[in-house]
């Protein structure tokens, strides 16, 4: 996507709702999240986080593009970025497991279900499978404590798991013995 393309789909945010210019309609979610917050500047993290979870990664082009938007410097944006473990830009793979390894969880053994995926799988927790079939992530809390332990897969909430049934979850969509 040019810069010239960029700065018109950012500042295109009062367009009528339908295909988005940059032929990208994920981006629809980042400009609803920038224009409820007015474009301000100090929403840069916030808006970084909203990026991460419509794309599952920040790219360059969805860095340039959030700096347009707040119309900062890329290079500033970049640099927030990069100082922030939580931001990955590495794209996921096929699938996505991410446990919640906030007290709630880890009490209730989160921190077992992470072990036991990295090991059946052969991926450290932050990675992706060497084959992309399965990004291995770990978050804060995740705001459902009351279901703890909470793992998210390929976006679905899923409510006190334990190491076998997440384990079998992951082998229904990834394939393996689990
Ligand atoms: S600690 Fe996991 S949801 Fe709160």
């Known amino acids: ?49 909203v990026a991460q979870d419509v794309f599952g990664f920040l790219s ?28 990955t830009f590495d794209p996921p793979g096929d699938h996505s497991c991410t446990v919640c390894t906030g007290t709630a969880c880890f009490v209730k053994g989160a921190d077992d279900i ?6 059946a799988y052969n991926v450290p927790a932050g990675e992706t499978s060497e084959d992309r079939s399965l990004t291995l992530k770990t978050a804060r809390c995740l705001g459902s404590c009351g279901l703890a332990p909470v ?15 997440t384990l079998d979850l992951v082998a229904s969509a990834v394939g393996g013995d689990g």
């Open 151 to 165: 793992v998210v897969f390929d976006g679905e909430v899923l409510s006190h798991q334990s190491v076998q049934s």
């Open 114 to 119: 992470v072990q036991g995926v990295s090991a």
């Open 1 to 49: 996507m040019s810069d010239t393309t960029m700065r018109s789909v950012a500042e295109a945010a009062d367009r009528a709702p339908g295909e988005h210019p940059s032929g990208d309609n994920r981006f629809d979610l980042v400009d609803k999240h920038l224009k409820r917050s007015r474009y301000a500047q100090d929403q840069l993290i916030e808006t970084l986080h």
């Open 60 to 87: 360059e082009d969805i860095l340039i593009y959030v700096a347009r938007a707040l119309r900062l410097p890329p290079s500033m944006v970049y640099g927030v970025a990069t100082f922030y473990q939580l931001f």
